[in-house]
């Protein structure tokens, strides 16, 4: 039972940390309901680029049956090197997301769904980098049945994310706060939830887990640094 309790908390933590981002490009979909694109073209199309964002993070469902615990555990540094990264590199992420995209070029599918469910789709997909980073060490940390359960609790919370952000398009105060504050606690959350995984599975105890961390923070900090010379010179 508490496997259990755990499986469903560290399912909604964890979508709601990578899909903070996904719930403002709801808010810009959804403001712009027509006769073309309908809240059913939003709604599918949510749901069917998470399902290809799941599928891509599988292997780390099949690693997890394969590979000993301890050496899974370090792929959670991986969400903790995603909030450091986020958090140094803040300013350089403003940059605004619109639901217009390029057409896509259509195969057979589209006799499946409308193509507007696929440019949806597309989008979720194209800023799910995230999610895949996430959700690869977190399955392989899980057994199936806590990755059964983590799965439903994904698919519930999307529906309610559509739901919440068809609201919001009517509540342009809170709206425009989550647009504009929303982001900048979500490298906290990740960062935690990493921590979690690595702590859970053994892989670190928390001073191995803390220089870990620092010598995150002093490679990101390079990285920019390098960018910002080779910008300067060019």
């Not at 499986?7 to 712009?32: K, P, R, W």
């Not at 769904?113 to 597309?122: G, K």
């Not at 504009?180 to 599975?201: C, D, E, H, R």
């Not at 390098?226 to 300067?232: A, L, Q, S, V």
Request: hydrophobic residues 50%; charged residues 10%.
């Amino acid at each position: 039972m508490s496997e259990l309790v755990s499986a469903i908390s560290t399912g909604i933590v964890s979508f709601t940390a990578t899909n903070i981002d996904d719930i403002l490009i709801l808010l810009l979909f959804f403001s712009q309901v027509n006769s073309t694109l309908t809240r059913r073209h939003i709604i599918l199309g949510q749901y069917l680029g998470f399902t290809v964002l799941v599928i891509a993070s599988l292997p780390g469902l099949f690693g997890g049956l394969i590979l000993p615990p301890n050496w899974i555990g370090l792929l959670g540094l991986i969400p903790i090197a995603i909030g450091i990264s986020s958090l140094v590199n803040q300013e350089e992420d403003s940059q605004e997301v619109t639901p217009e995209t390029e057409q896509l070029e259509y195969s057979t599918l589209t006799s499946f769904f409308p193509p507007q469910v696929y440019s949806v789709a597309a989008i979720t997909v194209a800023n799910g980098s995230d999610n895949i980073s996430v959700y690869v060490p977190l399955f392989a940390s899980s057994n199936l049945w806590s990755f059964l359960a983590i799965i439903f609790i994904f698919f519930l919370l999307i529906g309610i994310w559509c739901y919440c952000a068809y609201k919001l398009t009517h509540q342009t105060g809170i709206a425009d706060i989550l647009i504009q504050y929303g982001n900048y606690f979500v490298p906290f959350v990740l960062m935690g939830l990493g921590a979690f995984i690595t702590l859970k599975s053994g892989a670190l105890n928390p001073i191995k887990l803390l220089a870990s961390c620092l010598c995150l923070v002093i490679l990101v900090k390079d990285d920019q640094e390098m960018d910002t010379n080779n910008d300067n010179s060019c």
